[in-house]
């Protein structure tokens, strides 16, 4: 469809050190140990660099624009060290424009590497967490950050597990599609705007955008709130993209897919998601097809192709018939032998 052909997509260039206190403090618990310094610093990359080479004096490859993390490894090496010898060590970092430098496992770090630090306006940051948890957890807060991203119009929700968005033109009943899954225990992500994600090479997520979250617009009715109609068991925040429903109306010229041995693509953000082209007409019991939708493609995951199976028991009777084998007519279960209901 148009909406995926040139999606508008938007990546952010940086964050500031303070937003990455604000944001995430309670789950890093990082504590800005030499405030106010450096809060308004530019982090843009989303790597980490442990500086203990550059400490050494090697500082061939040091990357200056990477968050700088100091573990036990660094610590230990400036205590190690004289007190001159400790301050000439942290200065060939400090006289490098880094963003921010963390120190794990609330590792002290002298108070004149913090006036240094201070005076090159670099916060210096400390975390409880080993380093380890430290740069996991911020890597995946960076990646998320700087993830492309892009708003699609849809209606986007969970089946089964499965997501699934429906796209088409204004009016043509993907609201109403979604309210009868809501009803029938499936659950809302979001509708009308969907903000796509990605968060890996392959995994697209997403998630409501802009201020209507959970609120949803039936022609007739208007603006219903689903989470206190249908409760929080209705919703939920976020989910990963697996299949595009595209709904249009029949068009009895048109070739729709018999079998579903080939499915569908759009590439969204890069990543090639399933789609399945829906046509629609009065009377079409699309909530169930959409309930088989996720089904169907939930046992393509596990291993199991229904069309693929049609395929191979087809090709493999042609093939018998086709070597003069009559075969012997295939006989039920005795049981329905005397059966005439």
């Given at each position: 469809m148009?909406?995926?052909n040139?999606?508008p997509?938007h990546?952010?260039?940086?964050?500031?050190v303070k937003?990455?206190l604000?944001a995430?403090?309670?789950?890093?618990?990082?504590e800005h140990?030499?405030?106010p310094?450096g809060?308004?610093?530019k982090i843009?990359?989303?790597?980490l660099?442990r500086p203990?080479l550059?400490?050494?004096?090697?500082s061939?490859?040091?990357?200056?624009?990477?968050i700088?993390v100091?573990?036990?490894?660094e610590?230990?090496?400036?205590?190690?060290l004289?007190?001159?010898?400790q301050?000439?060590?942290?200065?060939?970092?400090?006289?490098?424009?880094?963003p921010?430098?963390i120190?794990?496992?609330?590792?002290?770090l002298?108070r004149?590497?913090l006036?240094s630090a201070?005076?090159?306006n670099i916060?210096?940051?400390?975390?409880?967490?080993d380093t380890t948890?430290?740069?996991?957890l911020?890597?995946?807060f960076l990646?998320?950050?700087f993830?492309?991203?892009t708003?699609?119009h849809?209606?986007?929700?969970?089946v089964y597990?499965a997501g699934?968005?429906?796209?088409?033109?204004?009016?043509?009943g993907?609201?109403?599609?979604?309210?009868d899954?809501?009803?029938?225990?499936?659950?809302l992500?979001?509708?009308?705007?969907?903000?796509?994600?990605?968060?890996?090479?392959?995994i697209?997520?997403?998630t409501?955008?802009?201020?209507?979250?959970?609120?949803m617009e039936?022609?007739g009715?208007?603006?219903?709130?689903?989470r206190q109609?249908?409760?929080?068991r209705?919703i939920r925040?976020q989910?990963r993209l697996?299949?595009?429903v595209?709904l249009?109306e029949w068009d009895p010229a048109?070739e729709?897919?018999?079998?579903?041995?080939?499915?569908?693509k759009?590439?969204?953000?890069?990543?090639d998601?399933?789609?399945?082209k829906?046509?629609?007409f009065?009377?079409?019991?699309?909530?169930v097809i959409?309930e088989?939708?996720?089904?169907?493609y939930l046992?393509?995951?596990y291993g199991?192709?229904a069309?693929?199976e049609?395929?191979?028991r087809l090709q493999?009777?042609?093939a018998r018939k086709?070597?003069?084998?009559a075969g012997?007519i295939?006989r039920a279960?005795?049981?329905?032998d005397n059966?005439y209901e």
């Amino acid at each position: 469809m148009a909406i995926f052909n040139n999606p508008p997509i938007h990546v952010r260039k940086d964050i500031s050190v303070k937003a990455l206190l604000d944001a995430h403090w309670a789950e890093f618990r990082l504590e800005h140990i030499n405030a106010p310094a450096g809060t308004e610093r530019k982090i843009s990359e989303t790597g980490l660099y442990r500086p203990g080479l550059a400490l050494a004096g090697h500082s061939e490859f040091f990357s200056s624009q990477k968050i700088q993390v100091c573990g036990n490894t660094e610590i230990y090496y400036l205590r190690s060290l004289k007190p001159a010898a400790q301050l000439t060590a942290f200065e060939r970092i400090t006289r490098h424009d880094v963003p921010c430098i963390i120190v794990t496992n609330n590792l002290d770090l002298p108070r004149e590497l913090l006036q240094s630090a201070g005076e090159r306006n670099i916060a210096v940051l400390s975390s409880p967490l080993d380093t380890t948890d430290t740069s996991r957890l911020l890597s995946e807060f960076l990646d998320g950050q700087f993830a492309p991203r892009t708003t699609v119009h849809g209606s986007f929700v969970d089946v089964y597990g499965a997501g699934l968005l429906f796209t088409g033109r204004s009016g043509i009943g993907k609201s109403e599609i979604v309210l009868d899954l809501i009803e029938r225990g499936h659950r809302l992500v979001s509708d009308d705007a969907v903000m796509l994600t990605r968060k890996r090479e392959d995994i697209l997520i997403g998630t409501a955008g802009g201020p209507a979250k959970h609120f949803m617009e039936i022609r007739g009715l208007g603006i219903i709130d689903v989470r206190q109609m249908f409760g929080m068991r209705a919703i939920r925040f976020q989910k990963r993209l697996e299949i595009i429903v595209e709904l249009e109306e029949w068009d009895p010229a048109a070739e729709y897919t018999r079998t579903g041995l080939d499915l569908g693509k759009h590439k969204v953000l890069g990543v090639d998601v399933s789609a399945v082209k829906l046509p629609i007409f009065p009377g079409k019991n699309v909530t169930v097809i959409a309930e088989s939708i996720a089904l169907n493609y939930l046992l393509r995951a596990y291993g199991y192709d229904a069309a693929q199976e049609f395929s191979n028991r087809l090709q493999a009777e042609i093939a018998r018939k086709s070597n003069g084998d009559a075969g012997e007519i295939e006989r039920a279960n005795p049981y329905f032998d005397n059966d005439y209901e």
